[in-house]
C-alpha cells in the first residue's frame, strides 16, 4: 500500500512539473530565433511569453526547421507552433489563434550587382532560382504560382542559408520580409545596400500571422490562449 502511494505521489509531481503546453517555432528574425545567449527570442516569441504569462499556461518553446515543427505541431498532443500564416491550405490542419502579428509584406531581392535581373511580374522570377524554407508559405506560394522544387526554388531548412546563397551566388533571388532581410544580412555583417527588391510579392498581405493548434490540443488550453490573445491585442491596438 505504501509502494502504491509513493509510487502515485512520484507521478504526480512528475506530471505537475510538466509544461502544459509544448510550443514549436523556427528561426526567423526577427520575429523568432535564438539569440546569443541559447534563449527563444524575437519580436513574437516576447509577445507570445506574455500571452502564456497572461493565461497562466506553463510552457517550453523549441526552436526546430519549419517542416520538422510543423510536423509536431499537427502529430503531437497539446503542441502550439508560431509564427504561423494561415493559409486555406492550412485551415484544416490545425486549431487557430489569430492575430499574432499585422500582415508583413514579401519581397523578391536580388544583389544589387545583378543588372541582368529586371521583374515586372512574378512568371519573370521564373527563369531564376529562388531560395526559400522547406514548407514555408513562400514555398507553398512559389509552387501554386507554377514554380518548381529542384528547377526554379532551392528549398533550405535552413533560413540563414538563403542570403548566403545569394551572397554566393549560388542562387538569384531570396524570398522574405524587408525586416528579416535587413536582419539576416545584419547577423553577416554585410551592409543591407548589398541587395535590393526585385520584386514586391504580396502573397502573405492579407493572410495573418497567428499561432495554431494540433487537433489533439486540449480545448480548454486553445480557448485560454485565444482569450488572452485577444486581451493583448485590445490593449495595444485599442478600441
Known sequence: MRVTL?????CFFTHADEPQLQVVTEEWVPYNFTNNDGEIDGRATKKIREVLADAGISYDIQSYPWARSMKLAQ??????????????????????????LQ??????????????ISLTSLDDAKQYLVSVVRGSVSNEFLIKNGFENGTNIDITADPSSSPRKLLA?????????????????????????KIEIALEVTNTN?????????????RDLVEKVRAALKRHNLRYVGP
Request: with cysteine; hydrophobic share 35%.
Open 169 to 193: 551566388g549560388y542562387t538569384d533571388l531570396i524570398m522574405t520580409t524587408e525586416y528579416t532581410a535587413f536582419e539576416s544580412l545584419k547577423a553577416l555583417d554585410v551592409p543591407f545596400n
Open 103 to 116: 500582415p508583413v509584406k514579401e519581397y523578391l531581392f536580388k544583389l544589387k550587382t545583378r543588372k541582368d
Open 6 to 10: 509513493l509510487i502515485g505521489l512520484c
Open 206 to 218: 492579407n493572410n495573418k500571422a497567428c499561432v495554431a493548434f494540433s487537433h489533439n490540443t486540449d
Open 75 to 100: 502529430t503531437d498532443r497539446n503542441t502550439m507552433i508560431y509564427s504561423i500564416y494561415r493559409t486555406p491550405e492550412r485551415e484544416k490542419l490545425f486549431q487557430w489563434a489569430c492575430p499574432l
